[in-house]
């Protein structure tokens, strides 16, 4: 069973940059799917950006495609999020989530089996 820890979270201006990252520890990472999610003040966990066991495919949301970078190292145990041109609609607690079944698909959280306690991002307008 793995567990992850996420970090990087804060507070920043609108325009501003942050890195987020999830360490893994307790499993063998490279063999999850991993995915970032968010959740903000009175809405539902959404998708943000997946990322396959081999970082060598990546899905983003609409509404991030273009602005945040999914990535991971697989030898650190480690997945980032480095989020550009943020927005105050981005703020929200990010998540980081492990899978391992190909039966939902990368955006959809019920497919995730693992997750971290989240870190909050808070953009200022």
């Known amino acids: 069973q793995v567990q992850l820890v996420e970090s990087g979270g804060g507070l920043v201006q609108a325009g501003g940059s942050l890195r987020l990252s999830c360490a893994a520890s307790?499993?063998?990472?490279?063999?999850?799917?991993m995915g970032w999610f968010r959740q903000a003040p009175g809405k539902e966990r959404e998708f943000v950006a997946a990322?396959?066991?081999?970082?060598?495919?990546?899905y983003y949301a609409d509404s991030v495609k273009g602005r945040f970078t999914i990535s991971r190292d697989n030898a650190k145990n480690t997945m980032y999020l480095q989020m550009n041109s943020l927005k105050s609609e981005d703020t929200a607690v990010y998540y980081c989530?492990?899978?391992?079944?190909?039966?939902?698909?990368?955006?959809?959280?019920?497919?995730?089996?693992?997750w971290g306690q989240g870190t909050q991002v808070t953009v200022s307008s």
């Open positions: 307790g499993g063998t990472f490279s063999i999850y799917d």
């Open positions: 989530a492990a899978k391992i079944l190909i039966y939902y698909s990368h955006s959809d959280r019920r497919g995730y089996d693992y």
């Open positions: 990322i396959i066991r081999s970082g060598r495919s990546t």
